[in-house]
């Protein structure tokens, strides 16, 4: 997180917040993250990863190696954060 | 009413060998040693006793498979984890009936084929252990343990070990893993303990209610014990009763009895007069019933029929005046306290639950919210390791189905609707 957010500030992105969040169950892919409300989702990412992650959220490419979580799990979630429930 | 375990009412103090032999005690061991094992698994199997841990899993089924498995040594747990909120029969058994569980385990043992028995009983039980652990030396100088059982040439090894206070320790394969010296997470399933359990034998698992049937069946017959109950469930069952009653404590009573029986006439009725709002019969994890279900008999397929389930006994009623949103909320969060945390299905769903109810209850999220419980519980349904991320589903969506009221006042206000 300290890495991201590092990333993040160096770019000049001051529209995203990083933050922990609670348990979306997906730990066995962990670590993941999830990027709302314009709900992508990255699993097993490593500090290597952080920099196209970062391009992505500066209007960069998708990184779909990353992009490995059931679709069903990623629905279940994202409703959940458009209802307000996490 | 004659019981099966407590054929002379919930007994007061520890029953001593000789009292317990004075009544027949350990002539149903006798008679078996006479006989084959695949003949005692026979009459167990009549019988059509089944496991009172709460899963209702046939018995004599169990032992058959256990016996079957090929390899060697077999063992034999009898589970008295008991961690269930409000749950107090095995306690009881263990703490003054401690022969009848013993003839039990030792009879379920030569079924088997086992060489050992484990004994597993929750740490916080001091006068159950220190009661079956006189047992057990009484037994041994009786030579109903140890070398040469009653000179059949029958073996049997056992040891006492202490449950930790968590719910999931008292799960079959996270009983296994406690007692290999591990910490108390269940196993995927299968392999099923009856072909791979302890230290990767096949191993029967054993509620300590279920165990304690065994004697007075082995001694007495299928056919005694099919007088009891009802032509699908025979046999009684211990139910625990608690503080929204009169008279808290366990009752015996034979199944199908109606429910109105154990709370009126067992437990004296609501405390301080209360009407009864919801029923839960199976407490944490069964669906509510209205209270006018009250008369729905004492099995688990009327249970089920009713909508709900008969699990291990525990029946908490829930009192008029009592805010059902507050109720399940406190049942969400014993889930996801206890929820090992081991299946990240689990996790999510066991601690969103909780942070959803925790919502409702501050009259946050609007009815959106309220159409986001069956989604979380049918997405986790039948995943994880064990059966815990299913519980909180049946108090859960009963609650939503029969209180909607409560779930609405709590969205509009942000109050409780009882208060």
Known sequence: MTELQKRIDDKGLTDVEVKSYMCFGACQEGPNIVLYPEKN???????????EITEHLAGGPHVQRLDTIDSSLKELIYQLLDTGVM | MEGILFPHGVPEGRESLSAYRSRGGYEALGKALQASPKELIKIVSDAGLRGRGGAGFPTGKKWQFTR????????????GGEDEPGSKKDRVLLENLPHLVLE???LGAYAIGATKIY?????????ATQSINDAIAEAKNAGYLGKNILGRGFDLDIEVTAAPHNYVAGEDTAVIEVIEGKKAWPRQKPPFPVTVGLFGKPTLVNNVETLANVAPIALRGADWYGKFGTTE???????SLNDDVNRPGVYELPFGTPLRYLIEECGGGMKNGKKIKAIMPAAPSSAFLPADKIDTPLDPNSMRDAGSALGCGVVRLIP????????????SEFFTAESCGQCPACRMETSTLTMMLKKVQAGQGGQPILEQ?????????????????????PPIESALKLFPADFAAHLTTGNCPEN
């Open chain 2, 320 to 331: 008029k005046g009592t805010c059902i949103v507050e109720e399940v909320l406190k049942i």
């Open chain 2, 68 to 79: 079957e498995a090929p390899e060697q040594p077999r063992y034999l747990i009898v589970n």
């Open chain 2, 373 to 393: 419980f069956g989604k979380i519980l049918a997405f986790n349904k039948g995943k994880g390791f064990c059966s815990l991320i299913g519980m909180p589903g």
């Open chain 2, 233 to 239: 469930s025979s046999g009684t069952m211990i139910f």
């Open chain 1, 41 to 51: 989702w990255y699993a097993k990412v490593k500090v290597e990863d952080l920099d």
């Open chain 2, 104 to 106: 039990g385990a030792i």
């Open chain 2, 119 to 127: 004994l597993y009983i929750n740490a916080q039980y001091d006068a």
